[in-house]
């Protein structure tokens, strides 16, 4: 069969790199002049790690993975109220055993899939046309072309959702707030702890350890009624993350100077994506662009590789795409549902409002440190996305 992907991010290269596995010829189409650097952090746990080690991934993913320590949660003078090791909650605690920045996860899907198949970078998918037999794509850039299946992998923001399925304003989930993260000079030495300070006005700071020494990960959220700048007025979104925060202390000064010189700056409202439908015909949603749970959540980058194991074995074991992908949205439905619940931490109590709330939250944090909360806490992260996989049959090579 032949497929194009579009998105070369972990929800299209994991799938490319499933479907390479089962003999299909693979196109993916990425808007983007190279391959994405950079990004945030993400972790592998539970479902998504059993996907990725079924996929044939685990082992490389293992080794392109950035050693963590765990959480300090701080004051404004950089005081420890808590300390959240990697190995409490079995490794599934607020940082994970196995933590990858998204660069890297990227980039070691896209070596796997080196050689088997075919990366077209700066192009996109402007107009599709399908039959019972196909799927006519149109390009930008490259002279039209048929496949057999079109997968839309291209994010949150879709492309190709919104030539099939509409406009995203139907679809999105405001969850009241956004967030911005970006690359900074390290505020000092992190040895392997990510710190987070608590604001009142519903806003958390968050630094994280980088893959280059002297760097930092600065992850910003924040709640709010203001308007959000433009999508692509990046210039705008720096105003307004540093207006969220320009009356901050701690070492928020110090991540705000370094707002323009960052390499990799990212902002978005938080929104998850309800799509009532996968699939229309011979297209389907895969990843964020199907159903992007919000960062909120932490379970898009496990989405995504869910989504690329499931959509690959089904397509392997029925004989009609349709059948395929029906079965698909099927087993999928209760990951995406699973996914969805935002974990401890993300309500109202966690990101308080006034002053006086905050005192209350930062007593509430270093009590859950200790029994009994300590085990209500143990057991509220280790269910969040228990979901289990579908038993399939090993991709034949």
């Given at each position: 069969m032949?497929?194009?992907?579009?998105?070369?991010?972990?929800?299209?290269?994991?799938?490319?790199?499933?479907?390479?596995?089962?003999?299909?010829?693979?196109?993916?189409?990425e808007?983007?002049?190279?391959?994405?650097?950079?990004?945030?952090?993400?972790?592998?746990?539970?479902?998504?790690?059993?996907?990725a080690?079924?996929?044939?991934?685990l082992?490389?993913?293992?080794?392109?993975q950035?050693?963590?320590?765990?959480?300090?949660?701080?004051?404004?003078?950089?005081?420890?109220?808590?300390?959240?090791?990697?190995?409490?909650f079995?490794?599934?605690?607020?940082?994970?055993?196995?933590?990858?920045?998204?660069?890297?996860?990227?980039?070691?899907?896209?070596?796997a899939?080196?050689?088997r198949?075919?990366?077209?970078?700066?192009?996109?998918?402007v107009?599709?046309?399908?039959?019972?037999?196909?799927v006519d794509?149109?390009?930008?850039?490259a002279?039209?072309?048929?496949?057999?299946?079109?997968?839309?992998?291209?994010?949150?923001?879709s492309?190709v959702?919104?030539?099939?399925?509409?406009?995203?304003?139907?679809?999105?989930?405001?969850l009241?707030?956004?967030?911005?993260?970006?690359?900074?000079?390290e505020?000092?030495?992190l040895?392997?702890?990510?710190?987070l300070?608590?604001?009142?006005?519903?806003?958390?700071?968050?630094?994280?350890?980088?893959?280059e020494?002297?760097?930092?990960?600065?992850?910003?959220?924040w709640?709010?009624?203001?308007?959000?700048?433009?999508r692509?007025?990046?210039?705008?979104?720096?105003?307004?993350?540093?207006?969220?925060?320009?009356?901050?202390?701690?070492?928020?000064?110090?991540?705000?100077?370094?707002?323009?010189?960052?390499?990799?700056?990212y902002?978005d409202d938080?929104?998850?994506?309800?799509v009532?439908?996968?699939?229309?015909g011979?297209?389907?949603?895969?990843?964020?662009?199907?159903?992007?749970?919000?960062?909120?959540?932490g379970?898009?980058?496990?989405?995504?590789?869910?989504?690329?194991?499931?959509?690959?074995?089904?397509?392997?074991?029925h004989?009609?795409?349709?059948?395929?992908?029906?079965?698909?949205?099927t087993?999928?439905?209760?990951?995406?549902?699973?996914?969805?619940?935002?974990?401890?931490?993300?309500?109202s109590?966690?990101?308080?409002?006034?002053?006086?709330?905050?005192?209350?939250?930062?007593?509430?944090?270093?009590?859950?440190?200790?029994?009994?909360?300590?085990?209500?806490?143990?057991?509220?992260?280790?269910?969040?996305?228990?979901?289990?996989?579908?038993?399939?049959?090993?991709?034949?090579?």
């Amino acid at each position: 069969m032949k497929v194009l992907v579009s998105g070369a991010g972990i929800a299209g290269l994991a799938l490319a790199h499933v479907l390479a596995d089962g003999g299909h010829d693979v196109v993916v189409v990425e808007i983007a002049p190279a391959l994405r650097s950079g990004g945030q952090l993400v972790d592998l746990r539970g479902t998504s790690r059993e996907a990725a080690a079924r996929m044939g991934l685990l082992s490389r993913i293992e080794e392109a993975q950035l050693a963590q320590r765990g959480m300090r949660y701080v004051d404004d003078d950089n005081r420890t109220l808590a300390v959240i090791g990697v190995e409490l909650f079995g490794g599934n605690g607020p940082v994970a055993d196995l933590e990858i920045v998204r660069g890297e996860l990227t980039r070691v899907l896209f070596d796997a899939t080196a050689g088997r198949v075919e990366h077209r970078f700066d192009d996109s998918i402007v107009a599709l046309e399908q039959d019972d037999d196909g799927v006519d794509v149109r390009f930008d850039r490259a002279a039209p072309e048929r496949f057999d299946l079109v997968v839309a992998a291209d994010g949150v923001h879709s492309r190709v959702r919104r030539l099939l399925w509409g406009e995203e304003a139907q679809f999105a989930r405001p969850l009241g707030g956004r967030m911005s993260f970006f690359t900074v000079p390290e505020p000092e030495p992190l040895d392997g702890w990510s710190l987070l300070d608590v604001l009142p006005g519903r806003r958390m700071a968050m630094i994280r350890p980088h893959e280059e020494s002297g760097s930092a990960h600065a992850i910003l959220t924040w709640f709010g009624t203001d308007a959000s700048p433009d999508r692509g007025d990046v210039a705008a979104q720096q105003r307004a993350v540093r207006a969220a925060f320009a009356d901050a202390g701690w070492y928020l000064p110090e991540v705000l100077a370094g707002l323009d010189a960052s390499p990799d700056f990212y902002f978005d409202d938080l929104v998850q994506l309800h799509v009532p439908q996968l699939a229309r015909g011979r297209v389907v949603l895969l990843g964020d662009a199907g159903y992007c749970p919000s960062p909120l959540s932490g379970q898009g980058t496990a989405l995504a590789l869910i989504g690329a194991h499931v959509l690959g074995s089904e397509l392997a074991r029925h004989a009609h795409p349709r059948e395929a992908l029906a079965a698909y949205e099927t087993a999928m439905t209760p990951h995406i549902e699973a996914g969805r619940k935002l974990p401890p931490g993300s309500g109202s109590f966690a990101t308080p409002k006034s002053r006086l709330a905050r005192r209350v939250l930062q007593s509430y944090v270093r009590a859950s440190m200790r029994r009994p909360l300590l085990t209500l806490f143990e057991r509220a992260m280790s269910s969040q996305h228990d979901v289990p996989l579908p038993e399939y049959e090993p991709v034949a090579v």
